[in-house]
């Protein structure tokens, strides 16, 4: 009975990681490639095999559009409308993707929405947004939840070393993150840690109905966890691990977050423990594999995980963090006046201003600073930052900066303009 059930189980994973399975939601979705429905005979077709250990050459993403979806060449050309190119174009790997067709718009701007949940530029606005006008507290520690999830899920990725689904039969609707291994998917993680994590540090310390807090929660998972199947970029097998190893760490930290929090704020030898464990789980990330654009992922969460962490203690030690005492909870959400909409703009405009141009003057100077540290040439920055020595310290650096701007020096600056 057991050795049935195993073998059940087995079967029912090798049938939820086959990209043949992606294809079918892609097309269900209208998303069409252009590139002949049945590969040659050259291996192509098992590139996204469970077990496999090699990462899916970056030919793969760059080949012609000569072939159209029905896979018959010639120069007659589809509707240009619904005619589109791979998102977010790789400019480390080089990778620029393969045409295809959109036949639901809904569902691929949709879609792009989920996906974008999961990347940089939706963490670096929702994490401000929401410590300097919503809650502090609540925004400090999901960005310990985040951090995490990233380094055990990158970690995990490069432990394992499955290739991304293959391509044909998959369209890359994305290609950023093909050079990337695949299982689990930390898209999926922080996708479900993130709402989840909200949810479980708000109820009770913000008035709303539970159903709807877990409705919310629960929408915003599923969402970004069903685009990185539409994406290309994952198997169904590898969302469902990332779904529910999220929900793993998660429940871990439900347990601990409280006291790492404390700790950062008045720990005597807290700044020196912030900075060596860190920087330790960074180079253990980067151990474990050859380059990938995951290893700047890693090395960029734990960067912006140990400035935040580093601003708490100082804020507490200067006196400036202003968590709110536990007799005034739950709070009862404000009424959205105009006076209410526009101070919170305006903070949130000037802070994000504020960060993306620390952001840029930090990457512009620590590049060239590190090249020359090292003795290597700085005039091609891909090439540069493929080197270990570079890209951790730049992310580290650049990131823990932004960090530290963003709960420390962004708050301390709305003080002063009367703005807090």
Not at 252 to 259: M, S, T
Request: net charge neutral.
């Amino acid at each position: 009975m057991a050795t049935d059930a195993i073998k059940t189980f087995v079967e029912t994973c090798h049938c939820l990681q086959d990209p043949r399975l992606v294809a079918k939601f892609q097309h269900l979705c209208g998303v069409r490639g252009t590139f002949p429905e049945k590969p040659n005979d050259d291996g192509a077709s098992t590139r996204g095999c469970p077990g496999l250990r090699q990462r899916i050459p970056r030919d793969d993403v760059s080949n012609g559009a000569s072939v159209h979806a029905n896979g018959v060449k010639g120069d007659s050309r589809p509707d240009e409308t619904a005619r589109a190119k791979p998102l977010r174009r790789n400019s480390l790997t080089g990778d620029v993707g393969q045409e295809f067709l959109i036949h639901n718009k809904f569902l691929f701007y949709l879609f792009t929405f989920g996906t974008e949940l999961g990347n940089e530029m939706f963490f670096i606005v929702f994490f401000p947004f929401l410590f300097w006008n919503v809650d502090a507290l609540v925004s400090r520690r999901l960005i310990v939840v985040w951090a995490w999830n990233l380094f055990v899920g990158q970690s995990t990725k490069d432990m394992v070393r499955w290739s991304r689904p293959a391509s044909p039969p998959v369209v890359k609707v994305e290609v950023f993150y093909n050079s990337e291994y695949s299982m689990p998917s930390t898209h999926a993680m922080t996708g479900t840690a993130i709402p989840f994590c909200l949810f479980m540090l708000t109820y009770g310390r913000w008035q709303y109905p539970f159903l709807f807090g877990f409705g919310v929660a629960l929408c915003w998972s599923i969402l970004v966890c069903v685009s990185r199947v539409y994406m290309g970029m994952h198997s169904v097998l590898e969302v469902i691990t990332g779904f529910l190893y999220s929900l793993l760490i998660l429940a871990f930290f439900h347990q601990v977050l409280d006291k790492i929090d404390d700790f950062y704020m008045d720990g005597a030898y807290a700044p020196l423990v912030i900075i060596l464990s860190h920087v330790s789980l960074g180079l253990v990330a980067f151990s474990l594999d050859s380059w990938s654009t995951s290893r700047g992922d890693t090395a960029q969460a734990l960067g912006t995980g140990a400035g935040t962490a580093l601003a708490t203690y100082a804020n507490y030690q200067l006196g400036l963090l202003a968590d709110p005492p536990l007799s005034s909870l739950p709070f009862a959400l404000p009424p959205l006046g105009v006076g209410l909409v526009a101070r919170s703009l305006l903070r949130f405009a000037i802070g994000v201003g504020v960060i993306l141009i620390t952001r840029m003057v930090m990457k512009a100077v620590t590049i060239p600073f590190l090249c020359r540290l090292l003795g290597l040439p700085a005039e091609d920055v891909r090439q540069a930052r493929q080197h270990m020595e570079v890209e951790l310290p730049y992310r580290y650096i650049v990131y823990s900066v932004v960090g530290f701007t963003c709960v420390c020096v962004v708050p301390l600056l709305f003080r002063i303009v009367n703005l807090a």
